[in-house]
């Protein structure tokens, strides 16, 4: 039983010392990554640590559930240093009276240099090329040496045009000359339709006409798997997907089968479904570019994520105001 008369705060993953230093001056922190190895949280393990707590930080993992929940009665705030939270039941959380935050904003452009940087990649075979390259097996040139799509003037499609897709969309029209189609539930605003050149199309037109699509839209259980064999099959054979959103928007199977039969030219993944496990099919086939869920991970960019979880947990634990960036900032008026 510790003497520290302060909130508990545990926090979940390797965070910046810094950072667990300022939740340090209004909190007990309980941080058994410290700033290095991630846990992989059992939900036993999680509900047994976080018994008694009154914070959480936490990134894209690990869940939180009714279960866990219950198992935490003295629960105030669930502050996540992800934009994505769909490892947090928001509702549950909501019923009972915990406060939730995740970092929006603060990542959108590192995220989209980086989805831009993975579309690049697979248009131009960069990964494939340098394994070439490593392996010893370059020996000549040839005019159709991992010669791959162009960018500049193609045919940008974006699934999920929110923060991270708008930026993707203007990188595109203003430094690549490309055409943006894009596909969202709802449209937007005719004038920034207008401004970022964008044009709104039907899902199975964006698939049909993007010569690169990027997906960006939130993980839940309506996109689920929202693209898989039937809208693949309705790609150019000369196109690219990236998937920067969350993994299970994709269904990754369907995805290796059309990269190894080659009716996609091209993909480029930094999210899995089941990750840190990827799909051996994926593996196996030369024409995608892997990489481990490190598209918001430049450091100044961390940082400011990891900034914007303890604003919020500080905010909650002194009582000092409605945290910046809530989700459900509702719970606080019914505690007052
Ligand atoms: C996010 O913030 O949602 C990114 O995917 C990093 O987890």
């Not at 494939?128 to 490593?134: K, N």
């Not at 004038?191 to 709104?200: I, S």
């Not at 920067?244 to 899995?272: K, M, N, P, S, Y």
């Not at 002194?318 to 019914?334: I, K, Q, Y």
Request: one cysteine or more; charged letters at 15%.
């Amino acid at each position: 039983m510790s003497a520290d008369p302060r909130p508990r705060v545990l926090v979940t993953i390797p965070l910046f010392a810094e950072v667990l230093a300022r939740i340090g001056a209004h909190a007990e922190v309980d941080a058994p990554c410290g700033t290095g190895l991630a846990i992989d949280w059992t939900p036993e393990a999680l509900a047994a640590r976080a018994r008694g707590a009154a914070g959480l930080v936490v990134a894209g993992t690990p869940r939180i559930d009714a279960a866990l929940l219950a198992a935490c009665p003295g629960l105030r705030a669930v502050c996540s240093m992800a934009v994505g939270y769909n490892n947090i039941d928001l509702p549950a959380c909501t019923a009972a009276g915990v406060l939730v935050s995740n970092a929006p904003d603060v990542l959108t452009e590192t995220t989209a240099d980086f989805g831009f940087a993975l579309m690049m990649a697979a248009a131009r075979r960069i990964s494939e090329s340098e394994h070439f390259l490593r392996a010893g097996r370059w020996t000549h040139w040839s005019y159709d040496l991992f010669a791959g799509a162009d960018v500049y003037g193609a045919t940008l499609g974006v699934l999920g045009m929110g923060r991270i897709g708008q930026a993707i969309a203007r990188r595109g029209a203003l430094g690549f000359a490309m055409p943006v189609l894009y596909h969202n539930r709802s449209r937007l605003d005719a004038a920034v339709e207008q401004q970022l050149g964008a044009q709104w199309v039907g899902k199975d037109e964006l698939l049909a006409r993007a010569d690169h699509l990027v997906i960006v839209v939130p993980y839940s259980a309506a996109s689920h798997h929202l693209v898989g064999a039937a809208e693949l099959a309705l790609m150019k054979p000369t196109a690219t997907l990236t998937n920067i959103a969350r993994g299970g928007v994709v269904d990754d199977a369907a995805l290796a089968a059309a990269l190894r039969e080659r009716r996609i030219a091209a993909a480029g993944l930094d999210v899995f479904e089941g990750e840190p496990a990827v799909h051996p099919d994926l593996l196996a086939v030369p024409n995608v570019v892997l990489t481990p869920h490190i598209a918001s991970a430049s450091l100044p960019t961390r940082r400011a994520m990891a900034d914007l979880a303890a604003t919020n947990l500080i905010a909650v634990l002194a009582g000092s105001g409605v945290p910046p960036t809530a989700l459900n900032p509702e719970v606080l008026a019914r505690r007052r």
